[in-house]
């Protein structure tokens, strides 16, 4: 069953498109992917699809719901959770606190105590022994996991990620991406990631779409997408090597 | 009272009594003198706790104290004689609320240092405004209100300081709290968190106006007769950003502390017939507690500088 | 008839303008100090109106002790306004790191003790009395329009000053450093500017031209300790109309402030002169933050 769909995405800033009539659909409990080369329009989809930007043309069902035009905090609490690219933690708030508010702000968590499901989310994360650090005081590969905490705790039936893996080193990279795998299994949230090359996703995605300069050159699983003329096009000359 | 009790640990609830206590017993014991000048002092309390939860919580620094301080003393001044001080009181508290609700859906838009620019302006715009409508079209600068006497206004105010300190220290622990502070540390953020940050930021506008218009309507009667420059004086802003500031922003103690100092000090310079060393020595103050935050400084302890964070601004224009 | 109208709407416009470019030369120099410390110090100048208020009391302390005619005194206003301003900014400001995080937020509550501060050393030395003295105040004929030649000094006084520091910036290597320094301090430092240098020059001039336009205000209107406010928030205005960090943008907002000023004041009333000012800044912030002239 698809769980997001978007239908013919357009998005203009001044004359410049930065997105030009995109379609993707993400399956329930799946993991999909976006590539794209700098400047593609990858993080500008994400935010559309957050609502915090309205697109030009074009809408986006989540749940067979048409979610186009809401605030990002109804969105949130239909269940569509994001990280961002540059950390944003509530930094004068503890880690604990800054993941007690997706517990409470985030999708109602039925029955569950929300105490005790932030907890769960900080131990998951392998962040519990940080929970009474202020969050200004976490180290860089502590912020990235705790993006992804915090988006967690807001109970999301769908999470996006965005360049979660950029910065970690191989070691670090192949923890996060158990990390991510766990997520979508064990508690059977939808992922979708962005990644600025194809490799990031490479082991994670059962699908990817590339965007280049706002526009879909390629759809389906990694290995297919990967053998693309066009995408082979895209990326040649900048990041081919990081590619393969 | 029972539900007090629950949600109170019992030494606040001693503190809060001792509090009202002293406070209450100062007519009593101190005379006419100590009275009007407690009279001051619980009114900055109130001002400066108000003020936390728009500035101290949602980081959103209120410079337009005097906005809404003065038009709950109109609206005292106008309703007063139809509904008694004691129906004034809360029907100026609810104008108030109405106008920040009107007033934050443009304001609560602009972020940082502009919106401290601009609550400034506001304050200003409206003592001109009211200057104006009166002298043009009522005739008259100022207006007489009807005065009740010392105690009865000290006992409202008591009432009105501890029932601001109550809902800010609730407020504080609330999930609605909560969200103001990750408001203040990231709108964006706090946004995708699932917080209504619009709402928000206008509930919290509202009920530190709500406060600051029921302290203004109080002061009205004692006043006896009211101006604009009496009602919406620039200083009301300044002092109560100065002690919030100096108290520590989201500090509600700190805040009171500081409150009761500075209005004391302010109170000992202006009976020696010259308040402008208070003024420079408040100038002193705040520098040093901005450049001596986080030192162990005995003397400024209790002013513990907590880490601003203010609303990101805009990049200036290149 | 129809002439006579039209000549009389002219003559009314006329005299707008040239009220509102009188008003408007103080306004823009002014704000030419506040635009030069905000794009390129960084730092929101809350004592700004302090810098105009002292600028007009060391004029009219040495015109009433010393019957020294305000023009000579600019000197004295500028060298008083600097040693103040660097030195205060040396002792509070300069203490801070220079991370943009600290700049915006401990820079403005620094900014503003000092306004406090300055209000009141100033009114504790000259009481807080409201202060006017008389200098050129005769009658005069000026392109048909009839003033005062006090108002036409100032004009005369703060629109050479503001070509000069204009054509400082512009022509001299000193000041391009500047403007780069506005630009991007990073970049500025690795072409080879010395940073630290145009900030004290960016201070100096930031605190001299708020001085100058004080002087300018004070032989025409009554001033007091407390008039800092109401002059901060004009330079204010001009300066979000004009762009941050931008000098001539502070120029062409100041006249433009100065002129709409006028013509509402004169179609409204002059009661509301301040709160027509404060609802263009209010308004002005509302709908278009980057200024008439910024780039966003």
């Known amino acids: 069953m698809t769980i997001l769909r978007l239908n013919k995405i357009d998005k203009r800033f001044g004359g410049i498109k930065a997105l030009k009539s995109v379609d993707f659909e993400v399956e329930e409990a799946s993991i999909a992917g976006i590539v794209g080369p700098n400047g593609a329009g990858k993080t500008t989809l994400f935010n559309i699809v957050t609502g915090y930007y309205k697109p030009d043309g074009g809408y986006v069902i989540f749940d067979n719901k048409n979610i186009t035009g809401l605030k990002p905090h109804q969105i949130c609490k239909m269940g569509i959770a994001r990280t961002y690219q540059i950390v944003r933690p509530f930094k004068d708030m503890r880690v604990f606190d800054n993941i007690m508010v997706g517990a409470k702000f985030g999708r109602p968590l039925d029955k569950r105590n929300p105490e005790k499901w932030a907890r769960e989310v900080l131990e998951f994360t392998g962040l519990i022994n940080r929970a009474n650090e202020f969050a200004r005081n976490l180290t860089f590969t502590e912020l990235r996991r705790f993006e992804v905490a915090r988006a967690l705790a807001c109970n999301p039936k769908i999470l996006l990620l965005d360049e979660v893996l950029a910065g970690l080193n191989p070691a670090e990279v192949t923890v996060a991406c158990e990390m991510i795998k766990k997520i979508n299994k064990e508690f059977n949230i939808t992922i979708v990631i962005i990644e600025h090359v194809l490799k990031g996703v490479w082991a994670l995605a059962e699908k990817v779409m590339v965007l280049h300069h706002g526009e879909k050159i390629g759809e389906g699983k990694p290995e297919e997408v990967f053998k693309m003329k066009q995408v082979e096009e895209a990326y040649l000359g900048t990041r081919w090597e990081a590619v393969a | 009272m029972k539900v007090l009790m629950a949600l109170l640990s019992s030494k606040q609830i001693a503190a809060l009594t001792l509090f009202i206590v002293v406070t209450a017993s100062v007519p009593v014991f101190g005379g006419t003198y100590a009275a009007s000048i407690l009279i001051i002092v619980l009114s900055f309390i109130a001002l400066v706790s108000a003020w936390q939860i728009i500035s101290g919580y949602a980081g959103y620094i209120l410079l337009g104290s005097a906005a809404f301080y003065g038009l709950g003393m109109y609206m005292s001044a106008l309703l007063t004689p139809i509904l008694t001080l004691y129906g004034a009181i809360p029907a100026s508290a609810a104008v108030c609320f109405a106008a920040a609700l009107g007033l934050g859906v443009p304001f609560l838009r602009i972020k940082g240092p502009y919106f401290i620019i601009a609550t400034l302006a506001l304050g200003e715009l409206i003592r001109n405004i009211v200057t104006f409508t009166e002298t043009n079209y009522f005739r008259t600068l100022g207006r007489i209100t009807i005065m009740y006497d010392l105690t009865t206004i000290l006992y409202l105010l008591i009432i009105n300081a501890v029932a601001v300190i109550l809902a800010v220290y609730f407020i504080k622990n609330s999930k609605f709290g909560l969200g103001l502070m990750s408001i203040k540390n990231d709108e964006i953020a706090a946004e995708s968190c699932g917080i209504p940050t619009t709402k928000y930021k206008l509930l919290a506008f509202g009920i530190t106006a709500v406060f600051m218009g029921s302290t203004g309507a109080i002061m009205a009667s004692r006043a006896g007769y009211i101006d604009p420059d009496i009602a919406f004086p620039a200083y009301i802003s300044i002092y109560t950003l100065v002690m919030g500031i100096i108290g520590g922003l989201g500090n509600l103690i700190g805040g009171i502390v500081s409150a009761i100092i500075l209005t004391l000090l302010f109170e000992i310079f202006l009976s020696m017939g010259n308040p402008y060393p208070f003024g420079i020595l408040l100038g002193i103050l705040l520098i040093l507690s901005v450049l001596l935050r986080g030192k162990r400084v005995t003397l400024l302890r209790i002013f513990r500088m907590q880490k601003i964070t203010v609303q990101k601004p805009l990049s200036p224009a290149k | ?296």
């Not at chain 3, 703060?158 to 780069?180: D, E, H, Q, Y």
């Open chain 3, 1 to 296: 008839m129809v002439i006579e109208a039209v000549g009389y709407t002219l003559t009314i416009g006329m005299r707008l303008i040239v009220a509102g470019i009188i008003i408007g030369s103080a306004y823009a120099l002014g704000a030419l100090g506040l635009t030069l410390i905000w794009g390129g110090a960084r730092i929101i100048n809350y004592a700004h109106g302090e810098l105009v208020m002292i600028g007009a009391y060391v004029s009219f302390w040495l015109f009433t002790a010393f019957k020294v005619p305000p023009p000579l005194a600019i000197p004295f206003a500028a060298g008083v306004a600097a040693v103040i301003g660097l030195g205060l900014y040396l002792g509070t400001i300069g203490r801070l790191t220079r991370a943009p995080e600290e700049m915006e937020s401990y820079g403005l509550i620094l900014t503003f003790a000092l306004m406090i501060l300055l209000s009141n050393s100033v009114a504790w030395m000259f009481t807080s009395d409201i202060q006017v003295y008389r200098w050129m105040m005769v009658p005069i004929d000026f392109f048909a329009v009839s003033t005062l030649l006090n108002r036409l000094m100032i004009p005369i006084i703060c629109l050479p000053v503001a070509g000069i520091v204009l054509a400082l910036m512009n022509k001299t290597w000193f000041g391009r450093g500047i403007s780069l320094v506005i630009d991007n301090d990073q970049v500025a430092g690795l072409v080879g500017v010395n940073v630290r240098n145009a900030y004290f020059g960016i201070l100096t001039i930031g605190t001299i031209t708020p001085a100058i336009a004080g002087l300018a205000w004070s032989f025409n209107y009554p001033f007091s300790p407390f008039i800092g406010i109401e002059h901060a928030i004009l330079a204010f205005v001009v300066v979000i109309l004009g762009g941050l960090g931008s000098p001539k943008g502070s120029i062409v907002g100041g006249l433009l402030i100065g002129i709409i000023e006028t013509t509402l004041v004169y179609l409204i009333s002059p009661g509301l002169r301040l709160a027509i000012a404060y609802s263009i800044f209010i308004l002005v912030i509302l709908l278009r933050p980057s200024g008439l002239f910024g780039r966003k």
